[in-house]
């Protein structure tokens, strides 16, 4: 697939429904904030228009001309598309692996998450961009989806659990930002889990997403039971499942040709 610029885009409305929680977020957010990618099969009148951010891929329209090369650009990530497209994507990658999801929407009050002393949660600020590099990189995903650090420092869309000497000790943010709904992701570094820090930053995000004027919603894998626990516990409640795929890499051209 071929990259487009940021504008003019087609009109995405009848690629990517506004309004909708779950991966269709990603291509408002992108639409956004300017950090991801559109592709298409041709740059005038696409018949297949993908947007990604942070690895995941939202793919739509008609599978027919998209063969492995067009496809290519898309290895190594995580593709959410309708089944049509799975014969199209299984003859362009070598590996093309189902993982089940959950969607969920807050619908109940989170339970209380005290503070241990020294502790304060707090929304992020651009001078927080060095403790996010802090976390190191088991928590640079967190970050992904606006870019980085400071991105995510900077977005008005965060909020950390923070000790009295400046380090972050756990991380919530609007991992990606609908017109409707915010996607919500979190982190907790190890040694502070089991403390309810998480809870406590996810708690303050959903309340400035509300205050917005937005609904918090959550997206994690059926088999993550820790997520599922704290999405439980933060009040959200399961709105739908779905299933996007992760593909690895583009098959070789030997096995094209055989």
Not at 41 to 58: E, K, L, M, N, T
Not at 187 to 196: C, G, K, L
Not at 245 to 254: L, Q
Request: aromatic share 8%; charged share 20%.
């Amino acid at each position: 697939m071929i990259e487009l610029a940021p504008q003019p885009l087609p009109t995405l409305t009848r690629w990517f429904p506004a309004g909708t929680p779950g991966p269709a977020a990603i291509g408002e957010h992108v639409l956004a904030t300017g950090v991801g990618r559109w592709l298409a099969d041709r740059p005038v009148q696409p018949r297949a228009i993908a947007v990604s951010c942070a690895g995941y891929v939202v793919l739509r329209g008609a599978p027919d001309t998209l063969t492995a090369d067009v496809l290519a650009p898309l290895a190594g990530t995580r593709i959410e598309a309708p089944a049509r497209f799975l014969p199209a994507l299984g003859a362009a990658f070598e590996r093309l692996t189902p993982w089940e999801r959950m969607i969920w929407t807050l619908q109940a009050e989170p339970q209380s998450a005290p503070l241990p002393f020294g502790v304060t949660v707090r929304r992020l600020e651009p001078a927080d961009t060095d403790a996010l590099h802090d976390l190191g990189s088991d928590a640079s995903w967190i970050s992904a989806s606006w870019g980085g650090p400071l991105g995510l420092a900077s977005s008005g869309h965060g909020c950390a659990a923070v000790s009295r000497k400046g380090r972050i000790l756990a991380v919530a943010c609007t991992y990606f930002r609908g017109s409707r709904y915010e996607e919500v992701a979190v982190f907790t570094v190890p040694d502070h889990r089991r403390h309810r820090l998480g809870l406590a930053c996810v708690a303050a995000l959903c309340a400035d997403i509300t205050a917005r004027g937005r609904v918090p919603s959550w997206n994690c894998s059926v088999l993550n039971r820790a997520s599922r626990l704290l999405a439980w516990t933060a009040g959200f409640r399961l709105a739908r499942e779905y299933v996007h795929y992760a593909v690895g890499s583009p098959v070789s051209r030997k096995r094209l040709s055989a």
